[in-house]
């Protein structure tokens, strides 16, 4: 029986997946990661269920029996974060292209039925236009941009060239349960939600107009299983966004609207390599595939919220 593989599978997003996939049934699920912003507490109850391998997708030896045979690879793994990418760009490049080059070849070598890839929205840049659709062309703004832009034009010669399955979705600012607030580069609603818990002022980059298509995680977990199945898809590429347009003003305005209370935000510099407006054009993914965002975003703060509450 072959079997599953999530790169990155104990972090926010993998492990999103991982519990997808058992809710559909998956009877075998291998979990990669190397543990660096992942952590096995994200996959606590669902531990038993799967085979967690404590390794690194940047040793091809490593990684190259774990997913021999596999039906799909779900290729999450990376570093993320903008002004990482900035501050410290070798570990990023690192993983982000040499890791995925590593797992697009094992996954050749290995005879993987698919594999679907974590790409993202940064590579459109500051296009003149929303919503961004995928055939505009990209123009990556930061280190991480351009290695995750990579990954997809990898993801289109294995396919073109070695006949290999792959999908690349591009994600837009995920948000959810298990984002990790605990470091100057998490996601900007995960150190909201903390700030709001902590009765604090969060620091908002620039005059905090700029938009975002915030993602709620279990929308991005069950698009990449329908991406996992949908016929004729090879080497394509397709927004995972849910269409929405959000600024961080309004964002801050909701939480404390739900919590009940008024904390002024903090301004400071805008950020180096910031997008200002990202939103979805999703008119692909949905036709393609089969997208069907369920959450709202005022339902994924809600439901985020509650989770940050009860951590
Ligand atoms: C980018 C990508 C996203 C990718 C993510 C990975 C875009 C449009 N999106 O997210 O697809 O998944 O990288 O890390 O490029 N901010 C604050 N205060 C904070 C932190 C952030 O104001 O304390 C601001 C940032 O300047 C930015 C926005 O919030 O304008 C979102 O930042 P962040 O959550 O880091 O994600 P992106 O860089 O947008």
């Not at 909701?254 to 002024?264: N, R, S």
Request: net charge neutral; with cysteine; charged share 20%.
């Amino acid at each position: 029986m072959s079997h599953y593989v999530v790169t990155g599978g104990a972090g926010f997003i993998g492990s999103a997946i991982v519990r997808a996939l058992l809710a559909e049934g998956a009877r075998r699920i291998v979990v990669i990661d190397n543990l660096l912003s992942g952590s096995e507490s994200n996959l606590e109850e669902v531990r038993g269920a799967v085979d967690f391998q404590k390794s690194d997708i940047r040793n091809y030896d490593e990684i190259a029996p774990l997913v021999r045979g596999a039906a799909v690879i779900f290729h999450e793994a990376a570093i993320p974060s903008v002004p990482r990418s900035i501050d410290d760009p070798v570990p990023s490049h690192d993983v982000n292209i040499n890791g995925t080059f590593n797992v697009l070849r094992a996954a050749r070598d290995g005879n993987v039925g698919r594999v679907v890839y974590a790409a993202s929205s940064s590579a459109y840049g500051d296009t003149e236009v929303l919503p961004k659709q995928e055939w505009m062309t990209p123009r990556p703004k930061s280190p991480y941009a351009l290695q995750k832009l990579v990954g997809e034009y990898y993801m289109n010669v294995f396919s073109s060239v070695f006949g290999l399955e792959t999908v690349a979705l591009r994600y837009f600012n995920v948000y959810g349960p298990r984002q990790d607030p605990g470091s100057p580069y998490s996601g900007v609603l995960s150190l909201f939600m903390k700030a709001v818990l902590e009765r604090t002022q969060p620091t908002i980059f620039g005059d905090g107009s700029q938009s975002r298509d915030f993602t709620y995680v279990e929308d991005v977990a069950a698009l990449n299983l329908k991406a996992a199945r949908a016929p004729n898809v090879s080497g394509k590429l397709y927004n995972g966004g849910n269409g929405g347009c959000i600024t961080l003003n309004q964002a801050w305005a909701l939480l404390q609207k739900l919590e009940g209370v008024e904390i002024p935000a903090r301004y400071g510099p805008p950020r180096a390599g910031d997008v200002h407006d990202s939103q979805a054009d999703t008119t692909l993914a949905v036709r393609d595939l089969g997208h069907a965002p369920r959450f709202s975003f005022e339902e994924g703060m809600r439901r985020t919220l509650e989770w940050y509450r009860t951590q």
